[in-house]
């Protein structure tokens, strides 16, 4: 097989597992997008209002997912990573002048994470019921097991989860691929006995339903955005399969099945109005039903693992940025860096999902919440690609704003129906995302108050050395790795050790690791070594905010720098810092005790850099914040 053969059976698989996990929330709309379009609170069912309805989501899914997402955003991938906070850190990058712009995006693309994360609670719950919703259309005795299976549901999905990301995408390609090929079908069943349907391709459609409906049809584009949901993970989740095959599958083969099963459902609505009820079941063969419920369930389940996926990614990022506690990270695939399980994180996500399900009860109750959630996300991404295309990619400024005041103009319109919606579930998404951002600034604050603390109360390490040198201690064999994240300070763990065990060993090492705003490190970056003399060295080793650090493996490799490490002759000396809330230090006390009870909390240090715990030397130091 030559390369090129191989290459394109490697994108196709690429595009086969992508279509698996990414397009399975976008996927899963059509089960909701009409029927709240036109259900008790929607638009009447008039022949006019059905093929706008439809015209605004054929030409939304073109200018949102097609050109913003799959065509524009997803060049600004950060080293083939992509999601808000990749995004977040090329746009930081191309205002490093301004410290006030650098502030304003950060808190933008927290922000936006924060309703990513809001997001990952609300499709998984959305999906679910609306799939299992279908067992009312079928015997409506059976509308009080819904929410009962729905939670079942979930609970075996989150289990899934450890299994990772590519055994998954083998299983759920092949349902996605028939769920797919089903909505085409049921489609154009439809549109052959009501072929009028496909006038609704024209722009003028959209435009005469906003003139004949006014400020309702305006409020109707909060239903439309329901087809939308999902176009952030074609970014959040390219760093798992790579752009071509998400943009591969977006192009052949997922949108087209979308408009032709839309367009069904407007066909059937044009010959019966009350179809509106549920126009996705209804348009499904009597004797398909249940087969069809039961496909519909499981792609609702591959639905909810895109945002999960997506949600792992973002999470991993804004640990290794600084923005969270550090957490378990497990790979689950040797061939792929970026396919990963975060079991806390998903434990929490199940939580919130089940309690989501029991709490809002329904699908359209939970419409308004998805709405806000989705589309606070996709405005954010407009501004934040702006400034890339700005300040990184060099554009004119009359490009950015024709194209990015078309992103804006469309964000702000479906922001502004949805807005109507916030005392009516919409507050939630709005809730859970200032409780996360909340969490995120407060971990940020946090670090920075106590690596200012220990700086001021800390020590030059040169004269230090010089010191040492003019009064020498005890020297013991062997050699120590004080870590600390002060490059030019002496470890508080050094100090202790001298203090108290009034000895150094032969060789000092001061170690800091560092995390650059880019995926990976180069080569060259990757370690940085600084003799220091007297048997003491300063070692820095960087990593890419989508790399895990293996300190070990790290040290192996300054052989080449002139430093050899015997691991069985090394130990670790690491300060674990003990927070004590105090008032006027820099936060709100109840700020001070969350940061306190994150770091209690995060994954320790050792396991975190995967230092062996029988070399490791922990000493304690109590900071005030």
């Given at each position: 097989m030559s390369s090129q053969e191989h290459g394109n059976k490697n994108l196709y698989a690429l595009a086969l597992g992508a279509i698996g996990v990414v397009y399975g929330d976008i996927g899963t709309s059509p089960l909701y997008t009409l029927k709240e379009a036109f259900g008790p609170h929607g638009v009447a069912v008039t022949p006019d209002n059905v093929l706008g309805v439809l015209s605004l989501i054929f030409w939304s899914l073109i200018v949102v997912v097609s050109i913003k997402y799959a065509t524009f955003i997803m060049s600004a991938d950060n080293?083939?990573?992509g999601g808000i906070m990749a995004l977040t850190t090329l746009a930081h990058r191309g205002v490093r002048s301004s410290a006030r712009a650098?502030?304003?995006?950060?808190?933008?693309?927290?922000?936006?994470?924060?309703?990513?994360?809001?997001?990952?609670?609300?499709?998984p719950a959305m999906s679910v019921l609306s799939a299992v919703e279908g067992l009312k259309?079928?015997?409506?005795?059976?509308?009080?097991?819904?929410?009962?299976?729905?939670?079942?549901v979930l609970i075996a999905l989150f289990a899934l989860q450890r299994n990772g990301t590519a055994k998954v995408a083998r299983v759920f390609a092949p349902i996605m691929v028939i769920w797919f090929l089903a909505l085409a079908v049921l489609g154009v069943i439809k549109i052959i006995d009501a072929p009028q349907v496909l006038n609704a391709l024209n722009p003028y459609y959209a435009m005469e339903f906003f003139y004949e409906n006014g400020r309702v049809g305006f409020f109707a584009l909060a239903s439309v955005i329901l087809a939308l949901t999902g176009a952030e993970a074609l970014y959040a989740d390219m760093g798992h399969f790579g752009k071509r095959p998400i943009r591969r599958a977006w192009f052949a083969f997922v949108l087209p099945a979308l408009m032709l099963n839309y367009l069904g459902q407007g066909a059937l609505l044009l010959a019966d109005p009350?179809?509106?009820?549920?126009?996705?079941?209804?348009?499904?063969?009597?004797?398909?039903l249940y087969p069809m419920i039961a496909l519909a369930t499981m792609a609702a389940v591959i639905a909810?693992?895109?945002?999960?996926?997506?949600?792992?990614?973002?999470?991993?990022?804004?640990?290794?940025?600084?923005?969270?506690?550090?957490?378990?990270?497990?790979?689950?695939?040797?061939?792929?860096?970026?396919?990963?399980?975060?079991?806390?994180?998903?434990?929490v996500l199940l939580v919130l999902t089940v309690a989501v399900v029991i709490g809002f009860h329904s699908s359209t109750n939970l419409a308004a919440a998805y709405g806000i959630a989705v589309i606070g996300t996709m405005t954010i991404d407009s501004v934040l690609v702006?400034?890339?295309?700005?300040?990184?990619?060099?554009?004119?400024?009359w490009h950015v704003a024709a194209l990015g005041g078309l992103f804006l103009a469309v964000d702000l319109a479906f922001l502004g129906a949805n807005l109507e919606k916030v005392e009516h579930g919409g507050w939630f998404p709005l809730v859970l995302g200032l409780v996360v951002f909340t969490v995120m600034t407060t971990w940020r604050r946090g670090r920075d108050l106590v690596i200012r603390e220990l700086k001021n109360a800390g020590l030059a390490l040169r004269p230090f050395i010089e010191s040492i040198a003019e009064h020498p201690p005890l020297r013991v064999p062997g050699q120590a790795v004080f870590l600390t994240a002060q490059i030019d300070a002496v470890p508080h763990a050094l100090l202790h050790n001298l203090k108290h065990n009034k000895?150094?060993?032969?060789?000092?090492?001061?170690l800091t690791v560092e995390w650059l705003e880019t995926p990976t490190a180069e080569p060259e970056e990757r370690i940085e070594l600084i003799a220091l003399g007297?048997?003491?060295?300063?070692?820095?080793?960087?990593?890419?905010?989508?790399?895990?650090?293996?300190?070990?493996?790290?040290?192996?490799?300054?052989?080449?720098?002139?430093?050899?490490?015997?691991?069985?002759?090394?130990?670790?000396?690491?300060s674990r810092e003990s927070i004590v809330a105090t008032d006027n230090r820099g936060m709100p006390k109840w700020r001070d005790k969350l940061f306190a009870f994150m770091q209690r909390n995060a994954l320790p240090a050792t396991a975190f850099f995967q230092i062996p715990g029988n070399r490791l030397i922990e000493l304690g130091t109590q900071v005030e914040i």
């Open positions: 080293k083939g990573e650098r502030w304003i995006i950060m808190v933008l693309g927290l922000f936006g994470a924060a309703l990513f994360f809001g997001d990952s609670v609300i499709t259309v079928a015997t409506p005795a059976l509308d009080r097991f819904v929410v009962p299976i729905a939670v079942v009350a179809a509106a009820q549920n126009p996705f079941y209804l348009l499904v063969p009597p004797v398909l909810s693992q895109a945002v999960i996926s997506g949600a792992f990614s973002v999470t991993r990022q804004a640990i290794q940025l600084g923005y969270l506690p550090r957490m378990e990270v497990v790979h689950t695939s040797r061939e792929t860096m970026g396919q990963i399980y975060l079991p806390g994180l998903n434990r702006m400034i890339v295309a700005r300040r990184i990619w060099a554009w004119q400024r000895v150094l060993h032969e060789q000092n090492v001061v007297h048997e003491f060295h300063q070692l820095t080793i960087r990593y890419g905010f989508a790399e895990d650090p293996d300190v070990p493996d790290m040290l192996a490799k300054c052989e080449k720098a002139g430093l050899v490490f015997d691991m069985m002759d090394t130990t670790f000396f690491l």
